[in-house]
């Protein structure tokens, strides 16, 4: 079922766990979270970066892709479509391609662009019945070619976002996307505090979830966070499951280089990866 992240995320953030956003890049990744989020009745987010749409060869196809793998696998759990880091122009791409959900990051503008801008998107979303999600202190790493400086956010800017109407807020608490590195400061909980107290029951988005330790989590979760965004992480199992049958030799032997073969340990390594991710951030049985 496809259907804003509305719903979804206020549940969760009243039930106190996460609803996990899992990136996809192809037919593979698509069906191994549809197929996850059903067996383990969880409600999901499909992420689909500005680069992984063009990948994809556009927002159109993507949205086709869903609804049609919606139905063709009869996935009854809560699904939202969503647009991870959209720019201006790519929101408006998504919004017209069928999209359930849409992320502006206006992050890199000044803060009162910022809000001219999300405040338009928020009334164009609830025309449309569509969830929006702003951004308010970038993240670090570098994600397609966006890259932040994992700054934390100013608590009185995400107050003044907050107050525009959007469904969710992501905010930079110290988190990165990629993998962490070793010197990583870890989140900044005051921050995520301050936040959490002057925004209220606006469901919070922590991205970079790849490699946050488990605690850490957690701790997020208990402050706030209904949404957390993983891409890294299935992309390393995929790549590790993948080398693994290569460098086995198993693509030499019979039909092992058969694509539906050759892709089969890498589907059920991303399908291992969100399981376990679902189960953490506890929004398993959810529904
Ligand atoms: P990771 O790639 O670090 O998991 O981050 C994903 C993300 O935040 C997508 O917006």
Known sequence: M???AKDMLQKAKAGKYAVGQF?????????????????????IILG???G??????????VAAMVKAMIEELGITVPVALHLDHGSYEGCYKCIEAGFSSIMFDGSHYPIAENVEKTKELVEVCAQKGLSLEAEVGSIGGEEDGVI???????????????DLGVTMLAAGIGNIHGKY???????????????????????????????????????????????INVNTECQLSFAAATRKYVEAGKDLSGKGFDPRKLLAPGFEAIKATIKEKMELFGSVGKA
């Open 52 to 61: 992984a749409g063009k990948y994809m060869t556009g927002y159109k196809t």
């Open 148 to 162: 932040g400086r994992g700054e934390c956010a100013d608590p009185q800017e995400c107050k003044q976002i907050a």
């Open 181 to 227: 590195p070793e010197n990583w400061e870890g989140l900044s909980f005051e921050t995520l505090d301050a936040i959490q107290k002057l925004t209220g029951d606006m469901p919070l988005v922590l991205h970079g979830g790849t490699g946050i330790p488990e605690d850490m989590i957690k701790k997020a979760i208990s402050l706030g966070v209904a949404k």
């Open 48 to 50: 689909v970066s500005e």
């Open 23 to 43: 990136n996809i890049n192809n037919l593979e990744w698509t069906k191994a979270a549809l197929l996850t989020a059903q067996e383990c009745n969880s409600p």
């Open 2 to 4: 496809l259907v804003s």
